[in-house]
């Protein structure tokens, strides 16, 4: 199984913070967005990651020649259209994956628990389906507003039905998590989302929901944060259960 992150964007609401270079490369409480990512990709059994750059590619793919551990395989994909929505990035993708392999999706931005992570690549989900960590911890979340909400009912256990997703949804019962574990088949839902003109990530797992092939992994007490702002970085509480815990 790969990993994929997601690393094409700007951050253009970091711009104070990073200067100009790709904002994972900023760092919390010593260490560095990426590598705080990629240690959890590790824990979780997963040793072959692909990232997606597009801004200032060069400056990522520098930063590995010189901090690469030897535990992990890293591969580039550039994505020339890095200014469009997220869905191009993650479309991308398809070019290394195999028809018959599942893949978990992170963002470059979000960190987390290792064990969430663990948690989505060990549970099971069949080949037309698509699986979401789901935070239901809601009073909790740092920046509400700006958080994707999930409707979404219970199946069994800790694995939810997701019927809706959207940032200004007025009733929900979860928030994304940003991380994914997706099959092959995925590409082609989001190929024919692009082409009906929705072309971000959550279009996609939006057209899952109408079959009911969209699930939801409750990750329960586990906490993870969405570095997308420079009030972000002063969750510390949160941060040091993350990056210490």
């Known amino acids: 199984m790969k990993a994929v992150i997601i690393a094409a964007g700007t951050g253009s609401r970091l711009e104070s913070k990073h200067n100009g270079f790709p904002k994972t490369l900023l760092e919390v409480k010593g260490k560095k967005i990426i590598d705080i990512i990629l240690e959890a990709v590790l824990y979780s059994g997963v040793n072959e990651v692909v990232i997606i750059t597009g801004f200032k590619s060069h400056l990522l793919e520098n930063y590995f020649k010189n901090n690469l551990s030897e535990s992990i395989s890293i591969e580039f994909l550039y994505n020339p259209n890095w200014k469009m929505s997220n869905g191009i990035s993650v479309l991308k993708a398809k070019e290394v994956i195999q028809p018959d392999e599942q893949f978990i999706l992170l963002m470059s931005d979000h960190i987390f628990h290792p064990v969430m992570l663990k948690e989505v690549v060990n549970t099971p989900i069949q080949s037309n389906q698509a699986l979401l960590a789901l935070d239901f911890k809601i009073s ?24 809706k997703l959207g940032k200004s949804l007025n009733t929900y019962q979860s928030i994304d998590c940003g991380m994914f574990k997706l099959n092959y088949s995925f590409f082609q839902v989001l190929e024919d989302s692009i082409a009906n003109g929705k072309d971000s990530l959550s279009d996609a797992c939006n057209a899952l929901t109408t079959n009911y092939n969209m699930l939801g992994l409750d990750i329960e007490e586990k906490r993870w944060i969405d570095l997308d702002t420079p009030k972000m970085f002063s969750f510390t509480s949160i941060i040091d259960e993350i990056v210490f815990d």
Not at 146 to 154: A, E, H, S, T, Y
């Open 140 to 163: 909790s979340i740092p920046d509400l507003d700006d958080g994707m909400k999930v409707q979404c009912k219970k199946q069994s256990g800790k694995v939810f039905t997701i019927t």
